[in-house]
DNA sequence: CGCTAAACGAGACGGTACGTCGGGTCTTAGT
DNA sequence: ACTAAGACCCGACGTACCGTCTCGTTTAGCG
């Protein structure tokens, strides 16, 4: 009668399993890189069956995604510094940003996280909605306040705003196409506010 | 003193198999994925025997990247319109990139072509030096002509320059992170030759 | 301290898959001989995955040797005949085996065991223990019974009464250096007993 | 017309490759065995070219039989030692035969030969024809001079009798059913010889 | 002595099979 | 009922050799 599909009961889903599968998958990741990670090796690593990774996941990158997921998790209250002064909180952020990811420690799991969400449009979304969404709400209500100031042009589109500052950023890194400096993350500052004007 | 890693002699390949080889390459990208691409199947589609694949390429990538490289041979005389307006040029190339970008056909290869390049640094060398290269330089000399014409700052930085008009629309595309449409083109052209004016 | 070979579990063992594999091992040495046999025809033939081979074998050897042991199990009360005429009834069995020999199609199977066997101490000991073993056993219990009669030494060392008798039939057959007729059986027969005559 | 199949000119083959190839199949037979000696190695120890073996050899057998042939070359007048008591002459040779058996620089090669000859026809009629055969003829010739001497009866058929002695301890040997000791040897020849009395 | 044709070394080629890895499914015990 | 364990079928991996097929390069006989 109904499409049936055997669907498991979160209720009874063990956490212990769950969160050393999780902490197996962000081990591993760091270790050998997202191209060579295997279920089976997060199986193993975790003391785990297979099979209660299939349950639960639908595939490697979900597992992997949920690994980064519960890592920021709580980290919420996350608003950007207001000092009055956009250009300047907007440098310190971008400059934090760079460094983050010329950290080695950083590099490879973020870099897996973000070719698998461009290789499946289901976890891509997923993505805006659990771990980029909050982060750019926070970085546009501070954009917001620049508004408010008489900083930032009153009818500015504040994602296209969000691209001007961060895209640049983002593609040099992921196409490491040119160096991530602090003198660049003040440039891209110093142009962005430039096109938002009033 | 050399790593003496026995090489094949380029001058005894076999340029029916290459070729072969980078259309099948082509076409089993198109039909079934990167992801789910295989050497094995390149070989059989190539009619070629897999240790010749092996023989020249050094990874799947590899063999991807060179399909792609392979297509774009020739296609180089590639300057930009100049009609004197510079916002209007750029705005007819940038909504002729969105439009592509558009197109199911050209999407697949290319988003493979991008994760394989993301993944790779040594790719990523060679796209950018064989690919992404001349294409670049073009759209720069078309920036230069605006600056001569006192459209654009003297000296602004044509690199980041190139990254405030492209970069939004890559991030868009690539993450699936907001529509690509006409009108966006139109406005990241406004908001970066804004930040770009003299 | 031990060596930690990870041993996969007998008691999970598939004994579908076990007698698929015998029996389509058993079909192709008949098909295309045991040189051009391969692992992965077996498989295919089975309907079973390599690896399941590899799981419970050690090699294709091992294979053969396991679906040529599978045949004979349960042909056990293998008794001589014993009419009281001790070169009668060894005439007999002399020829039926020179009969057998002769049959191409025992041929093929036995001479791939045979090779098998020369080649690989470990399954000669195996083949030793299950196969020839029990053969051998009736074999000398007839002889016993013609030195009980007085027809034999009863010093005789039955092992060397064994290898006259067939040894001969043996060489000529595996080496093809001589024909195969009932008058050699004969022959054999007569000379082994005039060299055990008490 | 003619079914023109391109046949070498063996007046222009080079002898040196011929020697190269022999002397690299030998030792990679003592190296490898049998089993895992390949083509491929054999050319390269050899330098030479695969084809090159390819021309003048039809299989891997061919060479390794001929790599036995060329060792073989020259030690012809094989005549028996002649004491006038043919049970010490045979018990001295089947004694020497056992020692070589027991010698393990023989035994690899010696059953790499006999495994090639019991699987190919082709080669086991050469192998009679130049190796056992001239070995054969002069063991019979041993055998006649005892017939002279009335110590074996005068129509004993010889061949029947070559193998009696030989054909158990070959079968010892060849699937390691027993030991091989100078007693064994002895008692063999005690046995044929009263099987072939007068 | 110089030509020429064959054998030669080298090694790329289309293939087959190897033995291994991992994917995703299924079964068996255990908690 | 969910789990740990792991056997199963399957597909692909990257490697080793197969036997064939060019490539220049010796080399040997003959003209």
Chains 1, 2, 3, 4 share one sequence.
Do not use: C
Not at 27 to 34: A, C, H, K, Q
Not at 94 to 115: G, K, M, S, W
């Amino acid at each position: 009668m109904s499409p049936e599909v055997k669907t498991p009961d979160p209720a009874r889903r063990s956490e212990r399993s769950r969160q050393a599968i999780l902490r197996a998958t962000r081990e591993l990741v760091s270790e050998v890189g997202y191209a060579k990670l295997s279920i089976e090796a997060i199986a193993t690593r975790a003391g785990v069956g297979k099979q209660t990774i299939y349950r639960w996941w639908r595939s490697k990158g979900a597992v992997v995604f949920d690994s980064f997921l519960a890592l920021s998790e709580g980290a919420d209250g996350m608003a950007l510094p207001d000092t009055g002064d956009i250009a300047a909180d907007l440098k310190a952020v971008l400059r934090a940003t760079v460094a983050e990811f010329a950290d080695p420690a950083f590099e490879a799991p973020i870099r897996a996280l973000n070719l698998e969400i461009a290789g499946d449009p289901e976890l891509a979304a997923q993505y805006r909605k659990k771990l980029a969404g909050p982060v750019d709400e926070a970085k546009k209500e501070r954009l917001r306040s620049a508004q408010r100031a008489g900083q930032i042009a009153a009818d500015a589109d504040l994602d296209l705003a969000l691209e001007l500052l961060y895209a640049p950023l983002y593609q040099r890194w992921l196409l490491r196409s040119g160096p991530l400096t602090a003198a660049y993350a003040d440039a891209l500052v110093d142009h962005a506010l430039r096109a938002l004007r009033p």
